[in-house]
């Protein structure tokens, strides 16, 4: 079956531009996560959806970061005034359920954003 | 201190060889353990959960320390195709990954 799909897989922008990341999870999976990896670096974590809301953002670096999922399946990850450090892979996972006990993350290609 | 350290590598080898590395974690109250497989430019994915008792897929073997908190990967008879970035990462019972940076291995032949 599919896989989690993102798109744009590249993104290249302007210094002080609003980009939008968009995640398309497995079909029928109610757990929607966000990863940010810098070159070099594991994935760090960023937010948490379970359904339509955000139950965990405190992975979000700053204000300018927000991320949506309005029908508990698309979501965006939106980032405003980008800077040059927001340069990274950005990745999207989703697994059947969330809550309190582990069960494993499907994650997609990722979107490459490169901040000028 | 970060939650989980790798020792970066590279580990260039052989085919054929065996090859292992370790990861520690900072956090006593972790509870779960996996080890993912990233490849250039692609996404992680799972390769192996990290049991206890220790467990084995094939010619990859897992191992779990809580007393020292660390985990351990070990490849047998390497292939060309065991050429990734190893990515060791730490759960807390809940739903939020804690990744290392990951040890690149690259199998000659």
């Known amino acids: 079956g599919a896989g989690v799909s993102q798109t744009p897989s590249n993104k290249v922008t302007e210094k002080g531009k609003y980009v939008e990341l968009r995640c398309d999870p497995i079909?029928?999976?109610?757990?929607l996560y966000w990863y940010r990896q810098s070159l070099g670096q594991g994935p760090e974590f960023l937010i948490y959806?379970?359904?339509?809301?955000?139950?965990?953002d405190s992975g979000l670096p700053n204000d300018r970061f927000f991320a949506v999922r309005p029908e508990g399946s698309v979501s965006t990850l939106k980032i405003q005034r980008t800077e040059r450090g927001d340069s990274a892979v950005y990745l999207c996972?989703?697994?059947?359920?969330?809550?309190?006990?582990?069960?494993?993350?499907?994650f997609g290609p990722g979107t490459r954003l490169t901040v000028l | 201190r970060k939650e989980v350290e790798q020792d970066p590598g590279p580990f260039n080898v052989p085919e054929g060889a065996t090859v292992a590395f370790n990861c520690t974690y900072s956090?006593?109250?972790?509870?779960?353990f996996f080890w993912y497989r990233q490849d250039c430019r692609k996404e992680p994915k799972l390769l192996m959960s990290?049991?206890?008792s220790g467990n084995e897929d094939g010619r990859f073997t897992a191992q779990l320390n809580r007393a020292s908190q660390y985990i351990s990967l070990l490849i047998r008879d390497s292939k060309l195709s065991d050429s990734a970035t190893y990515l060791c990462?730490?759960?807390?019972?809940?739903?939020?990954?804690?990744f290392g940076a990951g040890t690149t291995v690259t199998v000659r032949a």
């Open positions: 996972a989703s697994s059947p359920w969330g809550g309190s006990s582990y069960n494993e993350q499907f």
């Open positions: 079909s029928g999976h109610t757990a």
């Open positions: 959806f379970q359904g339509t809301g955000a139950a965990d």
């Open positions: 956090n006593s109250a972790s509870q779960s």
């Open positions: 990290v049991y206890s």
């Open positions: 990462v730490v759960n807390m019972g809940d739903y939020k990954l804690s």
